[in-house]
């Protein structure tokens, strides 16, 4: 049917009655809305009653999701619902800052142009505008809240700022250099009343800068309704015929699309609800002996993986002064700010509500400190190893406990010094800021806080060093303003102490095996190594086992077993000196005595006196026997040689006396090789000079030279 539209603003007398369309009758009702259908008999469009049933197109009936998806139920504000709407919902609240009649807020505009329908933020007077819209969404399993937007901003010179907020965070804010469309979806949120708030403000913007806001899905709202079996979330499950995502328990964990939870093996833990695909491992240093934990038991021991290098801290922690064993204040700031303080422990966590300090939570970046108020933030207590209080304010800077080598600094960061010392992190559930933006756009810094990834954290590096006892930490790094701790993410301190020190174990002390008793054992006494340095005050984890490894308290034990004694290898014989014709022969152990007299039933012969005619060769005057006969056999050796060699001499003399006598002598080589002849020793060497002979002149001469 056409009506005119009101308030009538045209002369309807003149106006031609064919320019007005005519009805149209019996025309088909418009399609419901996804997840709904019309009933037949109320002609309205409906949902499905039962509980976890969604509504099938094809089917054309109501049917229910299988085990590991859910039928979730949304609520649809899109183009259709704005095109039968003429204002907006009355659960719906709209603010401006120059509200009118003609312009009092958001409110759903149809676009004749495009034929489009959509909610548009109030256009105001110009520069300074701004108006809101409020919403309250009832979510009763988690959800997300998904929206189509359009910034419109006739001029280049435009500055605005769009922002939506959730629960009085800003979760995102569009000014002229981001997108002016788009599409936004909200992390999950969970089950309870969430206010959504759009908001626009036009700063210095031209009176027509508006936002358009094209559709609003809230998923997993009460009212909403379900067209689509949805698969279940990592860390929760869903049974059968279920509209909901219901989520693990702490010490538990599932992947997606499943039906069902898992506890946590042995190893790893889980102290949040919903916890998907995996639960963490235990940080170093700590052990859940279980399934299903919940936390990681902290023993106040280290063991250095692989190794037999054992640390224990429960002396320190005698040491400390405060409530629950724990230690500060650290002062962080500057000598002359004592309002930024640290305080640690290391065995067991604190709860800040029996502490005189971290008695406060922590606020907002977003909140002025010297402007809040106590009595408006509920009173939240803090369950650390670590905290910073400063004034009223103070948060976690170590929940969880984790143990390592200390590794080198400087030169060498990436070296272990195993036995030197070791590190604690208490790491923080919070998450540091790497980067804070520069600025005051509340925004800007919710994102960094959304999207940081390192954790707070409290470092203390352990030195070894026996001489100071106890010894006490000392704080390493300063911050010059509070909220450069942000940027910093850690505080750092260094403590040296005997307790720094390897637990003392059988490697740090040499071994000495004493003789075999009458029980038939021989017993090691353990003396100190020269260089160890270790802590005989500490005591192993319970889950090891420090039989094999541990020191005797009287540095004694048993060691080996002893032998069964030979006459061969255990048993010297030593004869005395001969008198008056005699002397005695004794069987004595040979020391130190490594066997077992007792178990072998091996006595030692009685002692022997002997005449001294009957003395036998002792093992001595054998050995002096084989000397001499080596030595004799040397001798006709080298002898040998000499025989050998001055033969062959005479015999190359010989030779040359042939060759003179067949006058074959003539040359000056021949004499001199006979000349060199005559000059060596019996062995071959030379023993005088050489002379140069000549050649004789005639026969006559060479035969008288002969």
């Known amino acids: 049917m056409y009506e005119l539209k009101q308030p009538v603003i045209c002369d309807v007398e003149k106006t031609d009655p064919s320019a007005i369309p005519k009805d149209k009758l019996d025309l088909p009702c418009p399609e419901c809305p996804p997840g709904l259908y019309r009933d037949d008999k109320t002609n309205q469009c409906t949902r499905c009653a039962g509980k976890g049933q969604l509504y099938d197109k094809i089917e054309k009936k109501c049917t229910s999701c299988q085990a590991g998806s859910a039928a979730i139920k949304h609520l649809r504000y899109d183009q ?21 009649d003609e312009n009092a807020g958001w409110s759903i505009i149809h676009n004749p142009d495009t034929l489009e329908s959509y909610l548009q933020s109030a256009i105001g007077e110009g520069s300074g505008e701004w108006a809101s819209l409020t919403i309250s969404a009832n979510l009763y399993t988690q959800g997300r809240v998904t929206f189509e937007y359009e910034v419109v901003q006739a001029q280049e010179d435009d500055d605005s700022l769009f922002s939506f907020i959730v629960n009085y965070n800003t979760m995102v804010s569009i000014d002229r250099s981001k997108n002016s469309t788009g599409t936004f979806t909200t992390p999950y949120l969970g089950p309870g009343n ?31 309704a379900a067209d689509k079996c949805q698969g279940c979330l990592a860390g929760f499950y869903c049974e059968e015929a279920t509209d909901a995502f219901k989520p693990c328990l702490p ?9 069902e939870c898992f506890k946590c093996p042995a190893g790893t833990f889980n102290d949040r609800y919903a ?27 280290y063991a250095v993986p692989g190794t037999h290098i054992y640390y224990d801290l429960h002396a320190l922690e005698a040491s400390a002064r405060l409530e629950y064993n724990t230690f500060g204040p650290f002062q962080l700031n500057k000598a002359n700010d004592t309002s930024t303080k640290l305080y640690f422990s290391l065995c067991n966590r604190f709860n800040t509500t029996g502490t005189s300090f971290c008695r406060t939570s922590r606020i907002g970046l977003d909140q002025q400190v010297d402007e809040y108020d106590l009595e408006q933030e509920e009173y939240q207590t803090i369950e650390s190893h670590a905290c910073i209080e400063r004034d009223i304010l103070s948060f976690d800077m170590g929940h969880y406990i984790s143990y390592g080598i200390r590794k080198k600094e400087d030169d060498q960061p990436d070296v272990e010094m195993r036995g030197e010392g070791f590190q604690v992190q208490l790491i923080s559930k919070e998450m540091c800021i790497i980067n804070l933006p520069d600025g005051d756009n509340v925004a800007d810094v919710r994102d960094a806080i959304n999207t940081a990834q390192t954790p707070f954290r409290t470092v203390i590096d352990f030195e070894c060093n026996p001489e100071v006892g106890r010894g006490q930490p000392v704080l390493t790094t300063r911050q010059s303003s509070f909220m450069k701790l942000y940027s910093g993410c850690e505080a750092r301190l260094k403590w040296e102490s005997i307790s720094a020190c390897p637990i003392c174990t059988i490697y740090d002390y040499e071994q000495v095996l004493g003789e075999c008793k009458e029980d038939g054992y021989r017993y090691a006494t353990y003396y100190p190594k020269s260089k160890s340095r270790c802590n005989p005050y500490g005591t192993l984890p319970h889950y090891i086992d420090g039989t094999d490894i541990l020191v005797p308290a009287n540095h004694t034990s048993r060691a080996t077993k002893c032998p069964i004694c030979t006459m061969h290898d255990d048993v010297e014989v030593v004869n005395t000196k001969c008198v008056d014709g005699t002397y005695t022969k004794r069987w004595i152990w040979k020391y130190p005595k490594n066997c077992s007299e007792a178990l072998s039933g091996f006595t030692l012969p009685e002692p022997q006196n002997l005449p001294c005619e009957e003395v036998d060769i002792s093992r001595m005057t054998a050995i002096t026997l084989v000397t001499l006969a080596v030595m004799v056999f040397s001798i006709m050796c080298i002898g040998y040689v000499v025989l050998y060699r001055r033969h062959q001499r005479l015999y190359r003399n010989y030779q040359i006396l042939q060759a003179t006598d067949s006058k074959e002598l003539d040359s000056e080589e021949d004499f001199e090789q006979l000349e060199d002849s005559d000059g060596e020793d019996d062995l071959g060497f030379d023993q005088k000079k050489k002379k140069k002979i000549a050649p004789p002149s005639s026969d006559d001469e060479q035969e008288t030279r002969v």
């Not at 907006?88 to 603010?95: E, G, R």
């Not at 240093?285 to 919940?294: N, W």
């Open 194 to 224: 969430h206010s959504l708030i759009w908001s626009f403000d036009k700063y210095g913007s031209h009176d027509d800068a508006h936002v358009n806001i094209k559709s609003i899905i809230i998923e997993g709202e009460v009212n909403g």
């Open 80 to 100: 259709n619902y704005f095109a039968d709407a003429s204002a907006i919902p009355s659960d719906w609240f709209t603010v401006c800052g120059s509200c009118t």
């Open 275 to 301: 916890r998907g695909n995996a639960c963490p491992k235990c940080p170093e240093g700590t052990h859940s002996d279980g399934e299903g934990s919940t936390d990681c038991e902290n023993d106040c021991n």
């Open 251 to 259: 010490g538990q964990f599932s992947p997606s699309d499943s039906n």
